[in-house]
């Protein structure tokens, strides 16, 4: 999550100067361990599939901590209407 954490939050007021004719509507970082623990793309799966249900509700119990450990980030950016 790096490079969107740069632009999008860390330079949130360069983004705006740069971008006058965008607005950031949300952005929420979120994600911080399935992915990684199923494996990601590339990877064998580091924890059994019927403790999918576990983590999910490990990760909704961190929530309040996911601009810190979240792994991915959704973002959405709309053009301003004139």
């Known amino acids: 999550m ?7 939050f860390r330079d949130a007021k360069q983004f705006s100067h740069d971008f006058q004719e965008l607005e950031i ?3 929420e970082a979120h994600t ?4 990684l623990l ?3 793309v590339s990877m064998k799966q580091l924890v059994p599939s019927f403790s999918y249900g ?3 509700s490990v ?5 309040p901590f ?3 450990i979240g792994c991915f980030c959704t973002i959405v ?5 004139k």
């Open 59 to 63: 990760e909704h119990a961190l929530r």
């Open 38 to 40: 199923s494996g990601g």
């Open 66 to 68: 996911n601009n810190t």
């Open 25 to 27: 509507l949300y952005k």
């Open 2 to 8: 790096a490079l969107p954490w740069i632009i999008f």
């Open 77 to 81: 950016v709309r053009k301003k209407l």
């Open 32 to 35: 911080p361990f399935r992915y």
């Open 54 to 56: 576990f983590f999910k």
